[in-house]
């Protein structure tokens, strides 16, 4: 089944500063890579996703590179603010596949 | 219009009791999927369900079962509760299987 790994599990970043965060998967059918931000004690909340027949997507201060060859993607976060701060969760599916989900991203942001 | 809504919020139980959550999708979306999110992981998928068929199923023992009714809601059961199953259990919607899912508030689930 569909490996999904993701690095650093901790980040903490100046505020204003950039934050980025990879994910790498194992299925080279995996077509379809989104990624949540959960604050504590609430829900995944979808930020952004990206699709394999495109390779970057913005929107504001955030993007998505997506790396099909090497079955690596990212999340940028630049000028990053405090309410930046929260666990960010990438996750990958394909085809008849379900989200499988990395451990998670502990941001924080320091103003 | 109103996101995906779970209930209970919270649910105490003991070792050996049943439970049962409930789920309501985002009008208009027809599948639900259900995750176990223990603390300090990411979401593990449990089951999915699309046109009230199950179309997916995680690696959970048979104890877990779930189901989806004529108007998309769905139950989640989960039988001879175990300490392990001490979780945030969480629901999506999308508007067909394969489609951005959302996810509701989750239900927080002891079991002592």
């Known amino acids: 089944g569909e490996n999904v790994e993701q690095h650093p599990s901790t980040l903490s970043v100046q505020e204003g500063d950039s934050a980025v965060i990879k994910c790498t998967y194992s299925?080279?059918?995996?077509?379809?890579f989104p990624w949540y931000k959960q604050e504590l004690g609430k829900r995944p909340q979808l930020i952004i996703d990206?699709?394999?027949?495109?390779g970057e997507k913005k929107d504001q201060r955030i993007a998505v590179t997506l790396n099909k060859t090497a079955k690596h993607f990212s999340l940028h976060i630049t000028e990053t603010q405090p309410e930046d701060s929260a666990v960010y969760f990438c996750?990958?599916?394909?085809?008849?596949?379900?989200?499988?989900f990395g451990k998670g991203t502990r941001l924080s942001v320091i103003a | 219009d109103a996101g995906v809504t779970q209930s209970p919020t919270h649910l105490i139980k003991t070792r050996g009791q049943h439970v049962t959550l409930r789920c309501s999708p985002i009008s208009g979306h027809k599948s639900v999927s259900w995750y176990q999110q223990v603390l300090g992981q990411g979401p593990q998928f449990i089951f999915q369900y699309y046109e009230k068929e199950e179309r997916g199923r995680g690696n959970f023992p048979d104890r877990f079962s779930a189901r989806q009714f004529p108007n998309y809601s769905s139950e989640l059961n989960v039988n001879a509760l175990l300490l392990g199953d001490s979780a945030l259990y969480l629901c999506a919607s999308s508007v067909q299987r394969e489609e951005t899912q959302y996810f509701g508030p989750g239900t927080r689930l002891l079991v002592l």
């Open positions: 996750a990958v599916s394909g085809g008849n596949t379900p989200l499988v």
């Open positions: 299925d080279s059918a995996s077509n379809y």
């Open positions: 990206i699709r394999s027949n495109v």
